[in-house]
T-cell receptor
Framework: GNSVTQMEGPVTLSEEAFLTINCTYT??????LFWYVQYPGEGLQLLLK?????DKGSNKGFEATYRKETTSFHLEKGSVQVSDSAVYFC????????????FGKGTHLIIQP | DTAVSQTPKYLVTQMGNDKSIKCEQN?????MYWYKQDSKKFLKIMFS???????INETVPNRFSPKSPDKAHLNLHINSLELGDSAVYFC??????????????FGPGTRLLVL
């Protein structure tokens, strides 16, 4: 079956530090890959996505590249801000999404001023 | 303006009660979902409906019954609530196009606490 593995936190960084959150996946076929973000007390917001190999998703300074050879979709940001503090979820969708999204366990990111 | 909305936002109830959570989307999507987020933040699909028809039913106790009166609504009814049902329940929607379901958009969640 499908699965997503991401580094578990909390991950604590100083403002303006470089961020990497690792995500690897197992899936049949060619899944679409997503990063969602959950701010405290809120629902999930789509951060970025990629639907095929070598695609790069980007939004708000965050980037992730769909690497089929390493089955990875690592999230990166060059300079984090306090406002980036949240829980980040890596997820995949296969079979056209008929199975719903399979999520990783989430990474709690804490940015200190 | 709200794309996917859920009511209520908070729900506190006693064990054994029956409760419902409502979800509505105004995005014109044809597929809606229910997810459960446990206390460790882990998210798991529960149900998926496409054009009012059930297409996913994960291993969820039959005390949980989704109902979709139309494409824009997917409600979740829970009978005989148990302590382990305490969680955050998220509704989501997406559109099937070109052979694939597009990005899922999530509601704000309903925080259920069973005492």
């Amino acid at each position: 079956g499908n699965s997503v593995t991401q580094m578990e936190g909390p991950v604590t960084l100083s403002e303006e530090a470089f961020l990497t959150i690792n995500c690897t996946y197992t899936a049949t076929g060619y899944p679409s890959l997503f990063w969602y973000v959950q701010y405290p007390g809120e629902g999930l917001q789509l951060l970025l996505k990629a639907t095929k190999a070598d695609d790069k998703g980007s939004n708000k300074g965050f980037e992730a590249t769909y690497r089929k050879e390493t089955t990875s979709f690592h999230l990166e940001k060059g300079s984090v801000q306090v406002s980036d503090s949240a829980v980040y979820f890596c997820a995949l969708s296969s079979r056209g999404g008929a199975d719903g999204l399979t999520f990783g366990k989430g990474t709690h990111l804490i940015i200190q001023p | 303006d709200t794309a996917v909305s859920q009511t209520p936002k908070y729900l506190v109830t006693q064990m054994g009660n029956d409760k419902s959570i409502k979800c509505e989307q105004n995005l014109g999507h044809d597929t809606m979902y229910w997810y459960k987020q446990d206390s460790k933040k882990f998210l798991k699909i529960m149900f998926s409906y496409n054009n009012k028809e059930l297409i996913i039913n994960e291993t969820v106790p039959n005390r949980f019954s989704p109902k979709s009166p139309d494409k824009a609504h997917l409600n979740l009814h829970i009978n005989s609530l148990e302590l382990g049902d305490s969680a955050v329940y998220f509704c989501a929607s997406s559109q099937f196009s070109g052979g694939a379901r597009e990005t899922q958009y999530f509601g704000p969640g309903t925080r259920l606490l069973v005492l």
